[in-house]
């Protein structure tokens, strides 16, 4: 295939939701890396560090449209650049080099907005076709986990004495 074929980004987003927390919080929940277990059987492990890059190792739910879930792993470059903004680059299986970013936005003082959107340049029609595929999937599973962090987030930020009900 040419350099024309291979330069076509496919595009996930934006997925968006908003949270009623304030943005620093919500950030500082996004940014934390190196999670034990949860519940659900995501975890994320810090495998390298330097500065605000690392490369972690997650362990995520993925909502399948039959069946439930299943927990896939992937390893990361992870770019930390606060106050709102985290970027992925997928290492190494099925969607090698997909590109995503997580922007947050600031609302209000405790109203905050996320923002998802990824890009794949796939490398072959094989890869193009796959992310067919693979797009709803990775859809579903950015909207389950903005859902997700939503509840978490307004539930800490309720209880929160670093960020108060203003």
Same mark, same amino acid.
């Given at each position: 295939?040419?350099?024309?074929?291979?330069?076509?980004?496919?595009?996930?987003?934006?997925?968006?939701?908003?949270? !009623? #927390? $304030?943005? #620093?919080?919500?950030?500082?929940?996004?940014?934390?890396?190196? =999670?034990?277990?949860? $519940?659900?059987?995501?975890?994320?492990?810090?495998? #390298?560090?330097?500065?605000? %890059? &690392?490369?972690?190792?997650?362990?995520? &739910?993925?909502?399948?449209?039959?069946?439930?879930?299943?927990?896939?792993?992937?390893?990361?470059?992870?770019?930390?650049?606060?106050? !709102?903004?985290? =970027?992925?680059?997928?290492?190494?299986?099925?969607?090698? !080099?997909?590109?995503?970013?997580?922007?947050?936005? $600031?609302?209000?003082?405790?109203?905050? %907005?996320?923002?998802?959107?990824?890009?794949?340049?796939?490398?072959?029609? &094989?890869?193009?076709?796959?992310?067919?595929?693979?797009? $709803?999937?990775?859809?579903?599973?950015?909207?389950?986990?903005?859902?997700?962090?939503?509840?978490?987030?307004?539930?800490?930020?309720?209880?929160?004495?670093?960020?108060?009900?203003?």
């Amino acid at each position: 295939m040419g350099a024309a074929g291979r330069s076509r980004a496919s595009t996930v987003g934006p997925i968006e939701s908003s949270v !009623d #927390a $304030p943005a #620093a919080l919500v950030y500082e929940m996004l940014s934390s890396m190196g =999670q034990p277990r949860r $519940p659900n059987g995501e975890q994320s492990t810090i495998l #390298a560090r330097e500065g605000n %890059r &690392l490369v972690c190792e997650f362990w995520t &739910l993925v909502p399948m449209p039959i069946g439930g879930g299943r927990i896939v792993r992937t390893r990361e470059e992870v770019r930390l650049l606060p106050p !709102d903004r985290v =970027q992925y680059r997928h290492l190494d299986g099925p969607l090698r !080099d997909l590109r995503e970013e997580i922007v947050v936005e $600031p609302l209000a003082p405790r109203r905050t %907005r996320l923002r998802y959107c990824a890009t794949y340049r796939p490398k072959t029609l &094989l890869h193009r076709l796959g992310f067919a595929i693979l797009r $709803p999937l990775v859809e579903r599973t950015m909207v389950a986990h903005f859902t997700d962090l939503r509840g978490r987030a307004e539930a800490r930020a309720r209880r929160s004495r670093v960020y108060p009900a203003s």
